[in-house]
């Protein structure tokens, strides 16, 4: 019984994405959000889609948390205390090592320019709160499976 129920969470979370197509480990997601109800929120939420989530409140730590976790995806706010999103985007993105790491913008800003910049600096997609988490579930799904193909 207790199989079945391994392997039928197994197949959900392969289902979004959570998991190698093997079952084998879960796909890593790092939440960098400051308000502690959204990224709660969300780290409870991707926990219960098969996610290994780490989620930091700054940016204090956010590339000695990357190079210990190795995150197969990170979801970004751009207002952060100390640093912008931007800037953090900016510097991931030029480090070899770690661009080809995918990022997904979940923000208050909902200016085109925002959007337009972020794009700019590398972010895959982008998400004005409050977020739909159907649709954010999805868009992760979608990058990590396009990930695979790569």
């Given at each position: 019984m207790i199989d079945k129920l391994?392997?039928?969470?197994r197949e959900t979370q392969a289902k979004f994405g959570a998991?190698?197509?093997?079952?084998?480990?879960?796909?890593?997601?790092l939440i960098v959000e400051d308000n502690s109800l959204n990224r709660?929120?969300?780290?409870?939420?991707?926990?219960?889609?098969?996610y290994q989530v780490l989620s930091l409140p700054t940016a204090d730590k956010f590339f000695e948390e990357i190079a210990r976790?190795?995150?197969d995806l990170i979801l970004l706010d751009l207002k952060l205390p100390g640093i912008d999103g931007y800037t953090l985007l900016e510097q991931l993105k030029a480090k070899p090592n770690l661009q080809h790491i995918p990022v997904i913008i979940v923000s208050a800003f909902a200016f085109r320019m925002?959007?337009?910049?972020?794009?700019?600096?590398?972010?895959?997609?982008y998400f004005i709160k409050p977020v739909d988490l159907t649709e954010l579930k999805t868009a992760i799904y979608d990058q990590l499976s396009h990930e695979l193909k790569d």
């Open positions: 391994l392997s039928s969470n998991v190698s197509p093997t079952g084998s480990s879960r796909k890593r997601i709660l929120m969300l780290e409870d939420y991707l926990g219960f889609c098969g976790f190795q995150p925002d959007r337009q910049r972020a794009f700019n600096l590398g972010a895959c997609r």
